[in-house]
């Protein structure tokens, strides 16, 4: 069985770039560290942590994915992020794309939805 990709939401994601030691992520996890464009995104406002992600993506450490209009992926999302189901909460976005990929690499019928970012 190959290793499972993972998803980082911001939050978590953060933590590691706050502290410039997110080499403990592509270190553990060689080729598996997938950044959802909705977490890229979210790093954004704080500028020096976009650029740290930027200088691994440069290096092919991470992969950045992001989810494609129009697709089940997409309505997920959109649910998860806005309107929820009755008893349920509205998650934020880069949480929502990181559960959704997730989702996708356990149930591989709906992996069309992701894509590469370019």
Request: with cysteine; aromatic share 8%; proline share 9%.
């Given at each position: 069985?190959?290793?499972?990709?993972?998803?980082?939401?911001?939050?978590?994601?953060?933590?590691?770039?706050?502290?410039?030691?997110?080499?403990?992520?592509?270190?553990?996890?060689?080729?598996?560290?997938?950044?959802?464009?909705?977490?890229?995104?979210?790093?954004?406002?704080?500028?020096?942590?976009?650029?740290?992600?930027?200088?691994?993506?440069?290096?092919?450490?991470?992969?950045?994915?992001?989810?494609?209009?129009?697709?089940?992926?997409?309505?997920?999302?959109?649910?998860?992020?806005?309107?929820?189901?009755?008893?349920?909460?509205?998650?934020?976005?880069?949480?929502?794309?990181?559960?959704?990929?997730?989702?996708?690499?356990r149930f591989p019928a709906s992996k069309g939805p992701l894509r590469p970012c370019t």
């Amino acid at each position: 069985m190959t290793n499972p990709p993972l998803y980082f939401d911001t939050d978590c994601l953060s933590a590691f770039l706050w502290v410039k030691d997110e080499s403990i992520l592509t270190q553990l996890y060689p080729g598996r560290v997938i950044i959802p464009k909705q977490v890229y995104d979210e790093l954004g406002s704080v500028p020096h942590l976009q650029e740290r992600i930027d200088i691994l993506l440069g290096r092919n450490e991470v992969k950045l994915l992001e989810i494609e209009a129009d697709t089940p992926a997409a309505e997920l999302y959109a649910e998860l992020t806005g309107s929820p189901r009755p008893g349920h909460a509205v998650i934020g976005r880069g949480e929502a794309a990181s559960a959704w990929g997730t989702v996708i690499y356990r149930f591989p019928a709906s992996k069309g939805p992701l894509r590469p970012c370019t």
